[in-house]
């Protein structure tokens, strides 16, 4: 079965460095989306991607954050200079196209711990 | 502004039991509620969904039942086995954008 992959599993980062999380989107999928959830809270919103461009993003994707498709395959999300509170689980999903939008698929996620 | 609001925060049922999880949410506009299961170090996966045009959707143990004039909708697992043992999220959107999650329900199915 088709996954949503996800480099690296754990990331550790001084703050004040810049970090970037890499996703493999599902081949045929055409939407992708950057969540986090803090330890014990719950999933939050970042942003969402499609036809190589910013769709929809939240408050918390400030200036801080970008994100990319560099080539077919990868999705990445750059955080530019972290912060404590950045320490969380980054989830990419990716959803495919026409009514298969709504349906999006989780990878297993990057811990980001900054120390 | 917490657009969906998730209870309870743990539960516990014994084999065999009746889960259930209740979520509100706040944006009359969304028009999809999935539910997701989250086990430990994996994603969130989606479970089952349903659209407002319907009152109840089933599928196999799991069933969601929706109010839409309460704007609440509930998760129930019949049956519940040890291994459905796992975080469980609901969420609402417009259909095809964010996810908006609730915080989460810890469920735990004791032998």
């Known amino acids: 079965e088709p996954e949503v992959t996800q480099t690296p599993s754990h990331q550790v980062t001084q703050m004040g460095q810049e970090v970037i999380l890499r996703c493999v989107p599902i081949?045929?999928?055409?939407?992708f989306y950057w969540y986090r959830q803090i330890l014990g809270q719950k999933v939050e919103f970042l942003v969402s991607f499609y036809n190589n461009e910013i769709s929809e993003k939240s408050e918390i994707f400030d200036d801080q954050f970008s994100v990319e498709r560099p080539d077919g395959s990868n999705f990445t999300l750059k955080i530019r200079s972290t912060k404590l509170e950045d320490s969380a689980m980054y989830f990419c999903?990716?959803?495919?196209?026409?009514?298969?939008?709504?349906?999006?698929?989780f990878g297993a996620g990057t811990r980001l711990s900054v120390l | 502004q917490q657009q969906v609001k998730q209870s309870p925060q743990s539960l516990i049922v014994q084999k065999g039991g009746i889960s259930i999880i209740n979520c509100a949410y706040e944006?009359?506009?969304?028009?999809?509620f999935p539910w997701y299961q989250q086990f430990p170090g994996k994603g969130p996966a989606l479970l089952i969904a349903i659209r407002p045009d319907v009152s109840e959707k089933k599928e196999g143990r799991f069933t969601i039942s929706f109010n839409k004039s309460a704007k609440q909708f509930s998760l129930h697992i019949m049956d519940s086995q040890p291994g459905d043992s796992a975080t469980y999220f609901c969420?609402?959107?417009?259909?095809?954008?964010?996810?908006?999650f609730g915080k989460g329900t810890s469920l735990l199915v004791t032998p």
């Open positions: 999903a990716s959803s495919g196209p026409g009514i298969a939008k709504n349906i999006q698929y």
């Open positions: 969420a609402a959107s417009l259909l095809g954008y964010a996810l908006n």
């Open positions: 944006n009359t506009a969304f028009d999809y």
């Open positions: 081949s045929n999928h055409l939407y």
